[in-house]
Antibody, heavy 123, light 106 residues
């Protein structure tokens, strides 16, 4: 069965860095886009970034451009989110989510999600 | 960015009720709309994709309809397991979500 397991969250000061990982299993990892979606405490869902199946097409929401970097290692079935210059407003649970369509040129529904990892940015 | 507005923000209903949640888009998204259910402390769960297609394993009491800028999620007969928060999401452009509708027990 499909599993996505995030790790790497924690408490960091403003301006600091964290690297999140999402280990995937149960599907052909190299054929699917992978997303990061976040949810601030008590708030709604917010898409953060996607890396398409080819690893070449990458997109970010404006608020994280230049600070966050998404990458994937198909040999390890893992997607990463490097977060630099963190701000208090980046505090959230970060979910890894799998795109629903194989070898898709764009984004689609998210058919599987991890359990999330909490990132807290606070002084 | 495409903005999605859900209504109502909170909905109180009883077991067996038929309920409808609306999602309006700021511009046409054709049928590129998804619905998710989220329970406290859990990840969202995909219910309906491309407006009206039921994800495998989702009960048939859930249904979706719409096109363009107006969409609805209907639960035909509420069950205890359905009390949760529901989000719509569009993928006509970079993904965006509605603000959520909390479905609570009356």
């Amino acid at each position: 069965q499909v599993q996505l397991v995030e790790s790497g969250g924690g408490v960091v000061q403003p301006g600091g860095s964290l690297r999140l990982s999402c280990a995937a299993s149960g599907f052909m990892f190299s054929k699917y886009g992978l997303h990061w979606v976040r949810q601030a405490p008590g708030k709604g869902l917010e898409w953060v970034a996607v890396i398409l199946y080819d690893g070449k097409n990458i997109y970010y929401r404006d608020a994280v451009k230049g600070r966050f970097t998404i990458s994937r290692d198909n040999s390890k079935n893992t997607v990463y989110l490097q977060m630099n210059s963190l701000k208090v407003e980046d505090t959230a649970v970060y979910y890894c989510a799998k795109d629903s369509l194989e070898e898709a040129a764009g984004t689609n529904s998210f058919d599987y999600w991890g359990q999330g990892t909490l990132v807290t940015v606070s002084s | 960015d495409v903005q999605l507005t859900q209504s109502p923000s909170t909905l109180s209903a009883s077991i067996g009720d038929r309920v409808t949640i609306t999602c309006r888009a700021s511009q046409s998204i054709r049928r590129w709309l998804t619905w998710y259910q989220q329970k406290p402390g859990k990840a969202p769960k995909l219910l309906i994709y491309e407006t009206s297609f039921l994800q495998d394993g989702v009960p048939s009491r859930f249904s979706g309809s719409g096109s363009g800028t107006e969409f609805t999620l209907t639960i035909s007969s509420l069950q205890p397991d359905d009390f949760a928060t529901y989000y719509c999401q569009q993928f006509s452009d970079f993904p965006t979500f509605g603000q959520g509708t909390r479905l609570e027990i009356k």
